[in-house]
């Protein structure tokens, strides 16, 4: 299983709607990336988790709020959005985060496309 | 600042030519370099990456080059086809401090008219 499976597929929420995005993946992967993407754009990182540990935050508001279960199960949950967040949202893994691997892959799930009204 | 440029941002060509794209990064002392495939409001799918002591990948009718020294990457399709359609991105795996990080160009469209 080489798959990254994200829900939902869509989600439309108000400005004081608390909502949350989820991530899974089966292959063992012991780094997990959120990744923002604005239309036209290149992927922007958001947060990094190794060994379900938050080791990178790229300056991210608070409004958005990571959480990792378990090894296989990452979360982004959402309060209080302003409409300028609405993005693909983008979940990723790898086998570990450091890039120590140089045959290092990212995996990338199908994303959640997120409208704030 | 450690940066990733593809050229052209857009390109349209006829079905069954090939084509190639192009990558080039500021700094050669880099872990690996991927190539992803795009369909609009979509994930992304990873193509080829080649390590960083590779010169080259490939898997089926696409072939992916890699010149540190002269930091640049090229993705070439062959006879391509309209569901080759999508957004190409090059992304960098920089080592030192934040390769935890893909450095993203920002693609190249590329459309193939039937």
């Known amino acids: 299983d080489t798959e990254v499976t994200q829900t939902p597929k869509h989600l439309v929420m108000g400005m004081t709607n608390k909502k949350s995005l989820k991530c899974e993946q089966h292959m063992g992967h012991r780094a997990m990336y959120w990744y923002k993407q604005k239309a036209k754009k290149p992927p922007e990182l958001m947060f990094v988790y190794s060994y379900e540990k938050l080791s990178i935050n790229e300056s991210v508001p608070s409004r958005f709020s990571p959480e990792c279960p378990n090894s296989s199960l990452l979360n982004l949950h959402l309060h209080a959005l302003q409409p300028e967040d609405s993005a693909l949202y983008l979940c990723?893994?790898?086998?570990?985060?450091?890039?120590?691997?140089?045959?290092?892959?990212?995996?990338f799930g199908s994303g959640t496309q997120l409208s704030v009204l | 600042k450690q940066e990733v440029t593809q050229i052209p941002a857009a390109l349209s060509v006829p079905e069954g030519e090939n084509l190639v794209l192009n990558c080039s990064f500021t700094?050669?002392?880099?872990?690996?370099l991927q190539w992803f495939r795009q369909d609009p409001g979509k994930g992304l799918t990873s193509l080829l990456l080649?390590?960083?002591?590779?010169r080259e990948q490939t898997s089926g009718r696409l072939n992916a080059s890699l010149d540190k020294s002269s930091g640049r990457s090229t993705l070439y399709i062959a006879a391509s086809q309209p569901g080759d359609s999508a957004t190409y991105l090059c992304?960098?795996?920089?080592?030192?401090?934040?390769?935890?990080?893909?450095?993203f160009g920002k693609g190249t469209k590329l459309s193939v008219i039937p």
């Open positions: 990723a893994s790898s086998q570990q985060a450091t890039g120590g691997s140089t045959n290092e892959k990212l995996f």
């Open positions: 992304a960098v795996r920089y080592s030192g401090a934040g390769s935890y990080q893909l450095t």
């Open positions: 080649i390590q960083s002591s590779q």
């Open positions: 700094d050669s002392a880099i872990y690996n």
